[in-house]
């Protein structure tokens, strides 16, 4: 299944290219070798600063000028998968021994899907460009071939295409690996002085003019230039005093990074090595552009934490990062942006410098400490097999990874809720068919209602607010509490919440619903956005960020809902009880006065919370946990404890030279 998970993404990968127009697909190869591309031109192939790659590489692309435009194009693209498959199956035998053999049947096509969906793999197969040749060959010199010299060539030739490369010759030579390393260095000269007979004047230009390169392509300090010459350009600084900062950052990142990485690879973790080198060539490089960051998301070939349950945290986050856009990851909020804009190159430099990677003397290598699930109570749906399928962890999960997460799954859900649309006529259309099915039903109170609020001002600025504030705030309040609290009641709340909202993305995609504000002719006021023209179909600005036909169901009673159910259920105090039913009886009324939604979209709302309350029990089992023998003069402390008590610590097998009393087992 995963083989053919590989074979769709690398079909859709060529559609999409193929599919574009010729002046659009493979943008930088056009302006290369295209009909008037810079290397069709006689001189210079700096002129421009179209072409961005070293003399060589030139020299290397030059006899592809003489193929046809479409017959290169699909062949620059099929050999790029191609290219993309063998540094899979090259990474994937060389994780680091005892390797399972459920490991070793599904790394390969694994690492090939997660590097097709990668932003450098995507970026090199839209731009046409040769960045993924470079990672290629190195791996393959310190895992395929055989031989000092055949290693060294092809560490060279590497180099001669993507300079920085050179730091593995240094990688080589401090791992004891000399005569690799020299045979690297000649090697890179030699092509570099081929280069250089060939194309004096180019040579001149690009190694002496533009500092290997340094000024050439988009300007430096770009969002596409992820390194750390191009995070302090972003930051303000210019001149020789950051040319001095840039020298020694790059240097104390150096020196780390390859320390690092020389100690990786003495304890057989040659492919951690290699990945935390390549991240240092990626922060050190004067210009690291986006599709020269394959290395960070090797560096997932590393273990980080003592823990099961901590295992997943490092790779989850190198996939996420490497695969998304910032924006994704990152909410559009002003003191985020310099985070935001550095995020590759914060991954490079905590895989180069900062992440506390295993050693394979650990004791935990083979044998992390074991996660400490919940007992559940048997569910109705026990005897199924396979559900539930999932079994409940009482710790709280990682932070960052749960932040991360969550900030990812709404930004899916805001880009297909944006893209859920039909149409003004279609959703108009549903409009209709929703006020006649409440006329019929005599719950058409919506027009009574919304005027009703707008007669009185301070009712109408009471709804108004409410409506666009507490939607996000409430459930956020609520998830933030058991996290810190209950971790064991959070996930299984949160994934209630998860699934109702994927059940409402259905229904935007199967009933775009006109709410009553966009009904012409029904005279609705629209008291949140102001007069809306109904001479125009995207209705102003409003259309760009958000899909107004995802009416059907209400999320905004839907969520309400949702956080006056978790907080009947898990709060300890009556009034508190109390006050939560509140938040949604306010929303429902906000709703409808504000002319926002119909009855039935609340409706349609707690129709799926309730379906996320129902998969999550079926998958999960019930959220009440089974009872531990407790002994008696064991009595809950605290009225906010855990309304189940957290079951008898059992003793959990040592690794081996563990200290007996160490704070991992006391903590157990």
């Given at each position: 299944?995963?083989?053919?998970?590989?074979?769709?993404?690398?079909?859709?990968?060529?559609?999409?290219?193929?599919?574009?127009?010729?002046?659009?697909?493979?943008?930088?190869?056009?302006?290369?070798?295209?009909?008037?591309?810079?290397?069709?031109?006689?001189?210079?192939?700096?002129?421009?600063?179209?072409?961005?790659?070293?003399?060589?590489?030139?020299?290397?692309l030059?006899?592809?000028t003489?193929?046809?435009?479409?017959?290169?194009?699909?062949?620059?693209?099929?050999?790029?998968l191609?290219?993309v498959?063998?540094?899979?199956?090259?990474?994937?035998?060389?994780?680091?021994?005892?390797?399972?053999?459920?490991?070793?049947?599904?790394?390969?096509?694994?690492?090939?899907?997660?590097?097709?969906?990668?932003?450098?793999?995507?970026?090199?197969?839209?731009?046409?460009?040769?960045?993924?040749?470079?990672?290629?060959?190195?791996?393959?010199?310190?895992?395929?071939?055989?031989?000092?010299?055949?290693?060294?060539l092809?560490?060279?030739?590497?180099?001669?295409?993507?300079?920085?490369?050179?730091?593995?010759?240094?990688?080589?030579?401090?791992?004891?690996?000399?005569?690799?390393a020299?045979?690297?260095?000649?090697?890179?000269?030699?092509?570099?002085?081929?280069?250089?007979?060939?194309?004096?004047?180019?040579?001149?230009?690009?190694?002496?003019?533009?500092?290997?390169?340094?000024?050439?392509?988009?300007?430096?300090?770009?969002?596409?230039?992820?390194?750390?010459?191009?995070?302090?350009?972003?930051?303000?600084?210019?001149?020789?005093?950051?040319?001095?900062?840039?020298?020694?950052?790059?240097?104390?990142?150096?020196?780390?990074?390859?320390?690092?990485?020389?100690?990786?690879?003495?304890?057989?973790?040659?492919?951690?090595?290699?990945?935390?080198?390549?991240?240092?060539?990626?922060?050190?490089?004067?210009?690291?552009?986006?599709?020269?960051?394959?290395?960070?998301?090797?560096?997932?070939?590393?273990?980080?934490g003592?823990?099961?349950?901590?295992?997943?945290?490092?790779?989850?986050?190198?996939?996420?990062?490497?695969?998304?856009?910032?924006?994704?990851?990152?909410?559009?909020?002003?003191?985020?942006?310099?985070?935001?804009?550095?995020?590759?190159?914060?991954?490079?430099?905590?895989?180069?410098?900062?992440?506390?990677?295993?050693?394979?003397?650990?004791?935990?290598?083979?044998?992390?400490?074991?996660?400490?699930?919940?007992?559940?109570v048997?569910?109705?749906?026990?005897?199924?097999?396979?559900?539930?399928?999932?079994?409940?962890?009482?710790?709280?999960?990682?932070?960052?990874?749960?932040?991360?997460?969550?900030?990812?799954?709404?930004?899916?859900?805001?880009?297909?809720?944006?893209?859920?649309?039909?149409?003004?006529?279609?959703?108009?259309?549903?409009?209709?068919?929703?006020?006649?099915?409440?006329?019929?039903?005599?719950?058409?109170?919506?027009?009574?209602?919304?005027?009703?609020?707008?007669?009185?001002?301070?009712?109408?600025?009471?709804?108004?607010?409410?409506?666009?504030?507490?939607?996000f705030?409430?459930?956020?309040?609520?998830?933030?509490?058991l996290?810190?609290?209950?971790?064991?009641?959070?996930?299984?709340?949160?994934?209630?919440?998860?699934f109702?909202?994927?059940?409402?993305?259905v229904?935007?995609?199967?009933?775009?619903?006109?709410?009553?504000?966009?009904?012409?002719?029904?005279?609705?006021?629209?008291?949140?956005?102001?007069v809306?023209?109904?001479?125009?179909?995207?209705?102003?600005?409003?259309?760009?960020?958000?899909?107004?036909?995802?009416?059907?169901?209400?999320?905004?009673?839907?969520?309400?809902?949702?956080?006056?159910?978790?907080?009947?259920?898990?709060?300890?105090?009556?009034?508190?009880?109390?006050?939560?039913?509140?938040?949604?009886?306010?929303t429902?009324?906000?709703?409808?006065?504000?002319?926002?939604?119909?009855?039935?979209?609340?409706?349609?709302?707690?129709?799926?919370?309730?379906?996320?309350?129902?998969?999550?029990?079926?998958?999960?089992?019930?959220?009440?946990?089974?009872?531990?023998?407790v002994?008696?003069?064991?009595?809950?402390?605290?009225?906010?404890?855990?309304?189940?008590?957290?079951?008898?610590?059992?003793?959990?097998?040592?690794?081996?030279?563990?200290?007996?009393?160490?704070?991992?087992?006391?903590?157990?």
């Amino acid at each position: 299944m995963l083989w053919l998970v590989v074979a769709a993404l690398a079909v859709r990968q060529m559609a999409v290219v193929l599919r574009q127009p010729p002046g659009e697909r493979l943008t930088d190869l056009e302006t290369w070798i295209g009909e008037n591309g810079v290397l069709h031109v006689t001189g210079s192939l700096y002129d421009s600063d179209r072409f961005t790659g070293t003399p060589f590489a030139g020299l290397v692309l030059k006899p592809l000028t003489r193929m046809a435009e479409q017959s290169l194009g699909v062949a620059w693209t099929f050999g790029s998968l191609l290219l993309v498959a063998a540094l899979g199956i090259v990474a994937a035998r060389a994780l680091p021994g005892p390797v399972t053999r459920r490991t070793s049947l599904l790394a390969a096509p694994v690492a090939i899907s997660l590097l097709m969906l990668s932003l450098p793999v995507r970026n090199a197969f839209h731009l046409g460009q040769t960045s993924i040749l470079p990672v290629l060959l190195v791996l393959l010199a310190c895992f395929a071939v055989r031989g000092e010299r055949a290693s060294g060539l092809l560490i060279g030739i590497a180099a001669a295409l993507q300079p920085t490369v050179l730091l593995f010759a240094v990688l080589l030579w401090l791992t004891g690996r000399r005569r690799a390393a020299v045979t690297g260095g000649t090697a890179f000269a030699a092509c570099t002085a081929l280069a250089w007979a060939a194309m004096p004047s180019d040579s001149w230009t690009y190694w002496v003019h533009h500092v290997a390169g340094a000024g050439l392509g988009d300007n430096p300090d770009s969002l596409a230039n992820q390194s750390l010459h191009g995070a302090l350009l972003r930051f303000g600084l210019a001149g020789p005093l950051e040319i001095v900062l840039f020298a020694v950052l790059a240097a104390a990142v150096c020196y780390l990074g390859l320390r690092r990485a020389v100690r990786y690879a003495r304890d057989g973790q040659l492919l951690l090595a290699v990945a935390v080198t390549g991240c240092v060539a990626v922060a050190v490089s004067p210009t690291a552009w986006q599709h020269q960051l394959l290395w960070v998301l090797l560096a997932v070939a590393g273990r980080v934490g003592k823990g099961a349950s901590d295992r997943l945290v490092w790779p989850a986050v190198v996939v996420l990062v490497i695969t998304l856009p910032g924006k994704m990851l990152l909410p559009n909020i002003a003191a985020v942006f310099p985070l935001r804009d550095n995020v590759l190159l914060i991954a490079a430099l905590g895989a180069a410098c900062a992440a506390p990677f295993l050693p394979r003397t650990s004791p935990y290598w083979q044998r992390p400490i074991p996660t400490d699930y919940a007992v559940p109570v048997p569910a109705r749906w026990s005897r199924v097999p396979l559900l539930p399928f999932w079994r409940r962890v009482l710790s709280r999960p990682n932070l960052l990874l749960e932040l991360l997460l969550i900030r990812v799954v709404y930004s899916a859900y805001a880009h297909v809720r944006l893209a859920a649309t039909a149409g003004r006529a279609t959703a108009e259309h549903h409009g209709r068919q929703i006020h006649s099915l409440e006329q019929w039903l005599h719950i058409d109170i919506e027009h009574w209602v919304n005027h009703a609020v707008v007669k009185v001002a301070w009712l109408k600025d009471f709804f108004d607010y409410y409506y666009s504030t507490f939607h996000f705030i409430v459930p956020l309040a609520i998830l933030g509490v058991l996290y810190v609290r209950r971790p064991a009641d959070y996930r299984w709340v949160r994934s209630s919440i998860g699934f109702a909202t994927l059940l409402a993305l259905v229904g935007f995609w199967l009933y775009p619903l006109a709410p009553p504000r966009l009904m012409p002719g029904l005279g609705f006021i629209d008291t949140v956005h102001g007069v809306q023209d109904f001479a125009k179909p995207d209705y102003g600005t409003l259309t760009a960020m958000t899909n107004q036909y995802a009416a059907m169901p209400s999320l905004h009673f839907g969520w309400s809902l949702w956080c006056g159910v978790v907080i009947v259920m898990l709060a300890p105090k009556l009034w508190m009880k109390a006050l939560g039913l509140l938040h949604p009886l306010f929303t429902v009324s906000a709703i409808v006065a504000t002319a926002n939604h119909w009855v039935l979209d609340a409706v349609g709302g707690a129709a799926v919370v309730a379906l996320g309350f129902g998969l999550t029990h079926v998958l999960s089992g019930p959220r009440r946990l089974r009872l531990p023998a407790v002994p008696a003069a064991a009595k809950p402390q605290d009225d906010l404890a855990v309304s189940v008590p957290v079951p008898v610590p059992v003793p959990v097998p040592r690794p081996t030279g563990e200290a007996v009393g160490s704070k991992q087992h006391q903590g157990l």
